[in-house]
């Protein structure tokens, strides 16, 4: 089966960088996707990889490396606006996607 | 601008009652995805279309969940009868079936079965 693993809180210092760790277990896949989902709110797209190394998108990165079976979300210059959940998904067959639990992060000022 | 439309927004029932969620989804996405998540079990799949026609219904409840698309711009999930372990948030999503698509995803119906 496939299945992806995240941890399920993260706390980082405002103005800090945080990596938020994804790995996976799969037969294939097309790629990663990263959402954001604020509390109360739907979750919204933030990346996705392909193909390994990295992909950047203004304060954050995602990086993938199909070899290791693990991804990770990185976020620089953190404001208090990204405490939130965020997911690492696998884009599968029938490019459908399969759910990692979620990665509370928790800023501090 | 285009977006996942979905309702009612919030759902108060009481067990036993039948519950209809619905969604539009963005204009010329053929590809929609019903989830539903709670604290416990983060987004699960329950459902996911594809020009209509379902691809994938194994995440649900088969004895009391059903899920439709009676046209390209109407979703809809029906529970019944209610239970109060339905209690979760509902989301809707669409897209498209491409390499790389992000999904579009509407804001949700919150139930709560009582």
């Known amino acids: 089966g496939q299945s992806l693993e995240q941890p399920s809180e993260v706390t980082a210092v405002e103005g800090a960088i945080v990596q938020i760790n994804c790995t996976y277990q799969t037969s294939g896949f097309y790629g990663l996707s990263w959402y954001q989902q604020h509390d109360g709110g739907a979750p919204t797209f933030l990346s996705y990889?392909?193909l390994d190394g990295l992909e950047e998108t203004g304060r954050f990165s995602s990086f993938l490396s199909r070899s290791d079976s693990y991804g990770y979300l990185l976020l620089q210059e953190l404001q208090m606006k990204d405490s939130a959940s965020y997911f690492c998904?696998?884009?599968?067959?029938?490019?459908?996607?399969?759910w990692g639990a979620g990665t509370k992060l928790i800023i501090k000022p | 601008d285009a977006r996942v439309t979905q309702t009612p927004r919030h759902k108060v029932t009481e067990m036993g009652q039948e519950v209809t969620m619905r969604c539009q989804p963005i204009?010329?996405?053929?590809?929609v995805f019903w989830y539903r998540q709670t604290m416990m079990q983060g987004l699960e799949l329950l459902a996911y279309?594809?020009?209509?026609?379902?691809?994938?219904d194994s995440g649900m409840p088969k004895d009391r969940f059903s899920a439709e698309m009676p046209d390209a711009t109407l979703a809809t999930l029906k529970i019944q009868p209610s239970e109060p372990r339905d209690s979760a948030v509902y989301f809707c999503?669409?897209?498209?079936?491409?390499?790389?698509?992000?999904?579009?995803f509407g804001q949700g119906t919150r139930l709560t079965v009582v």
């Open positions: 999503a669409s897209g498209l079936p491409l390499v790389g698509t992000e999904a579009f």
């Open positions: 998904a696998l884009q599968g067959g029938n490019y459908q996607l399969i």
């Open positions: 279309f594809r020009n209509r026609a379902p691809l994938d």
């Open positions: 990889n392909a």
């Open positions: 204009l010329g996405h053929n590809t």
